[in-house]
């Protein structure tokens, strides 16, 4: 299914972010399929963190618990305490459950950049939204990208969705928001820095059923040569640990 690209992405991958620290979610059917993996991603000093076990929305309690239960050895070989949920989307029950499973912080909801919120000992620190509107109320799960989001006036420049559509202003908010003293979270994919073979056309029939898709087929290659050549990073395991303190 993957047809090597994890396994080929990787070092050069590695090689861009050479003098950057981040954090690199995997899903665990990668660690199954490629188990040098997660060992290359901490030994380059980088965060491994979690991205779930087999890529699928992740909103009933059933299906999480299973999900933690299969990638737990792995899991915990890699002292893995960061917790990205699959499409940003999950239910506030999600947190006792990566308290159980010995997680410190969350990165799954959508929320202003500097929001950063305590769920019982689990530590959420969303990805970034810049609020057109003023901040909401009341933060929780599930927070995804969906109209009502954007209808309430957020705009989601965190996802690699917004970076491929408005890669200028993504790039002008991160420097406006780093400015305040605040500290935007954002992803991008692998396949959008390194594309792999045949692509987009091996998307072809997920964009067929899905056309929102496109914008993740663009190339944002450039995009994090600026990112890394104008601001600083850090993984997000670090930024909780001196958020926390």
Known sequence: MDDGFAH????????????????VYLV??????YPELPQKIFDAGHEVGFHCQVHRPL?????????????????????????????????????????RNDFIYSSSLYAPTGTILRKGAIWEVPVSTFPLLGRPAKIQAPRRMNLPLVLGGEFPYGSSMMS??????????????????????????????????????????????????????????????????????????DFVKESSQ
């Open 164 to 237: 491929g559509l408005f890669t200028k202003l993504v790039f002008n908010i991160i420097e406006r928001e780093l400015k305040t003293g605040a500290s935007p979270v954002i992803f991008l994919h692998p396949y959008e820095i390194i594309p792999p073979e045949r692509w987009p056309a091996r998307f072809t029939r997920d964009l067929l059923s899905n056309p929102l898709l496109y914008p993740f087929t663009f190339s944002k290659s450039n995009f994090l040569n600026d990112l890394l050549r104008s601001f600083p990073m850090s993984t997000l395991a």
């Open 28 to 33: 665990g059917e990668l660690v199954e399929w």
């Open 8 to 23: 080929n992405a990787l070092d050069p991958l590695l090689e861009r972010l050479k003098n950057v620290k981040t954090s």
């Open 59 to 99: 909103t009933t309690v059933k299906d999480i618990e299973l999900d933690l239960q299969r990638s737990a050895e792995w899991r915990r070989q890699y002292h893995v305490r960061g917790f990205r949920a699959p499409m940003i989307n999950t239910i506030e029950e999600v947190y006792p459950i990566l308290e």
